[in-house]
């Protein structure tokens, strides 16, 4: 508890802006947010009034940054398991728990926890050698798709591997590998939900996500033309993960929709890009849901506030380049507003580079398509500098299934 | 700007819960929210990352704030009008300006201004002497309401006075009076506007606020059973006053209905009580909209977001008392959660004393009764830890027109 306040301090490793947006919700329930940020002008620590500066690989910095917080939770899955059961050892709340969390960051221990509890996931193995991914593939057909168990986001990590000669330099440059069948998908889902230590869980509407080169680029909610039957196997695969693995706050499940059904991708254990719709698009935002569950308060109202709401990563384009000659970012802010007055601009504060997460923004409507052109125009603007009112539709139906 | 997001510093005089909640709008805009507050336990220098501690009332501290920040803007209206006309000389700007922000500093001046403009107000008169009150209770009848020109706020700074004699007093004490004629009135409303340099304006529905014991208790989104030409009147003459005072930023006007039409009570220029529906209720927040009304963005949709929105305030109550036993905050907080998981609630972290605005809560829905009864009983738990289902309504329908 803070002295201050009499209300909890939350805990959160990682400066990204994960901990920036939750800051948001944090200041709204009257809770006191700290931020481990490795640099003072991460996006957090540029607008959070608690930072503590250090390395999440590093113990005494996290022992700093757990005293006197009521529960330490995470923007990011990097810190060490043996660091994190130091910390429930000292007697420190930690959400999710390290026994959990592990299945976020190690994809071979999630692929394991899934066998034995019989979920769908695509076929996969271990490969320790270029026989293992030889045999893998002789089996489930070429490509592949090899993946570094931990450490891999946003597409890094993951490598499509058309035989058994690019195998092997990949084994030697990461170890041991992680192989999968490369799943003939419709595209991609994710379901969203939080669980408390009590128990309870609040799933929100399945979502579609749309990446471009392995990154996250638009969520649609609810998925489009998803049937309530699948909707709610997904929900309800969610709630089945959660409670199996004893998830502490947001779990986000990336899925494969294909011809036959859902298969899981991976999972987050915390505020997740598939959610930032729900900033504006639920009564009860993730970030608010994630303070709530970890804090074992009750969850909150996850129903919609529109029947359509649309959320467009704005990556860093080509207004990122050193010789980026157009208007600048406070010019295209000013842009953004005056051609979307209804579009809502989440802006992290980072420095601008290429394919970097620079921000998102969320439109919300009645249409698909209009909502999602909406969406789509307005980060593109921000990212390229340029409205390009065709983008939205370009590659809209080789996503449909 | 700032140079490490190339996005603008947003100065704010005054930490408490309007630049608490400020600071949530800028987060998103990627702004860089600068607070002066006199004490770093104040609501928003407790989130906020750059507060300067310093006194309003001195030049050289806001001197000190507006160096380096793109606009000088205000959470309520005690700094002296020469300081912030040296500030505007120094090539600062500050928004809104003093020769508009003096209509919301002096009741007095705001009188002379809208009997120059014709603009619909209570009867009135400068009082210097108990004969000049004496002459308007003749002339208006008694009682009359006397008002000190500055300074007052939430109920302070306001009488009924019966007769002459009781003016004496209050003559003695504070000088000279506005003296104003108790009007008839049905109900209170306000009309929110923001209006840019640019002369933009962004008006939200006309709103229903309801008081007790002067102070802001519940607001009622849009105003139940206000006719559309009431309403359009209310919201043309926002915007004719924000016009002709230049005002830059968000403006409320505080009406009284009566069987005749409407009155303007008095201005805030800024984001006020009466505009906290909008975090939720509308698609710009009144919070975002005085950011970009002060930095000359274009300004937001103002859409609502459900047909109902009702927000109450937390005053402290019962709980307030240092001989309260019974659920802390903390616990309090669980209870609001589990009973109305909408609901959605603000808390400011502040000390908690009795009749402090310590918080408050926002409900949506579709019925004007319902909406309201689960605002104001979330709201009275937090405050008075009891829930009365019977409170929403005992005073309903005295303030029904």
Redesign the interface.
């Known amino acids: 508890?803070d002295p201050?306040?009499?209300?909890?301090v939350v805990a959160m490793v990682g400066g990204g802006q994960l901990s920036?947006?939750t800051?948001?919700a944090?200041?709204?329930?009257?809770q006191?947010l700290r931020v481990l940020a490795t640099d003072p002008?991460e996006s957090a620590?540029?607008?959070?009034?608690d930072?503590q500066l250090g390395d999440h690989r590093e113990l005494a910095d996290l022992q700093r940054l757990a005293e006197g917080a009521t529960v330490l939770t995470f923007d990011h899955e990097h810190v060490p398991t043996e660091h994190l059961q130091a910390l429930v050892d000292a007697g420190h709340r930690v959400a999710p728990g390290p026994a959990a969390l592990v299945h976020a960051q190690d994809k071979l221990v999630l692929r394991r926890a899934l066998a034995a509890a019989g979920e769908p996931q695509p076929a996969w193995a271990e490969a320790r050698t270029v026989h293992d991914v030889a045999a893998f593939g002789a089996e489930v057909g070429w490509p592949v798709v090899a993946k570094t168990p931990r450490g891999g986001y946003d597409g890094k990590g993951v490598f499509v591997v058309h035989g058994p000669d690019e195998a092997a330099e990949l084994l030697e440059r990461h170890g041991t590998l992680l192989v999968e069948e490369r799943v003939p998908m419709l595209r991609e889902l994710a379901a969203q939900v939080a669980r408390s230590p009590f128990g309870q869980v609040a799933v929100w509407p399945v979502v579609e996500t749309v990446q471009r080169d392995g990154v996250c680029n638009e969520v649609l909610a609810p998925a489009p033309g998803l049937s309530d039957e699948l909707a709610t196997a997904a929900q309800e695969l969610a709630v089945r993960i959660a409670d199996s693995l004893g998830v502490v706050g947001m779990l986000a499940v990336e899925l494969f929709e294909t011809a036959d059904g859902i298969l899981v991708n991976e999972l987050a254990m915390r505020p997740h890009n598939s959610g930032h719709w729900t900033i504006e698009g639920a009564?009860?935002s993730q970030f608010e849901q994630h303070l709530?569950a970890v804090l074992d308060?009750?969850?909150?109202?996850t129903?919609m506030?529109?029947p359509v709401v649309v959320m467009a990563n704005v990556l860093g384009g080509a207004t990122a380049d050193e010789d980026w000659a157009g208007p600048?970012?406070?010019e295209r802010?000013?842009h953004l507003?005056?051609h979307w007055?209804?579009v809502?601009?989440?802006?992290?504060?980072k420095t601008?580079r290429r394919g970097r997460k620079l921000?998102h923004v969320t439109a919300?409507g009645e249409d698909v398509p209009e909502v999602r052109a909406r969406a789509v125009a307005a980060a593109r603007y921000l990212a390229d500098g340029v409205v390009d009112p065709a983008f939205a539709f370009e590659h809209d139906e080789e996503h449909r299934p």
């Open positions: 508890m201050r306040t009499g209300l909890p920036r947006m800051h948001q944090a200041i709204a329930l009257g006191s002008a620590a540029l607008v959070t009034a930072v009564r009860t709530r308060y009750p969850l909150g109202s129903a506030t529109a600048g970012l406070d802010v000013h507003m005056a007055p209804d809502k601009l989440h802006w992290y504060g601008q921000g919300l």
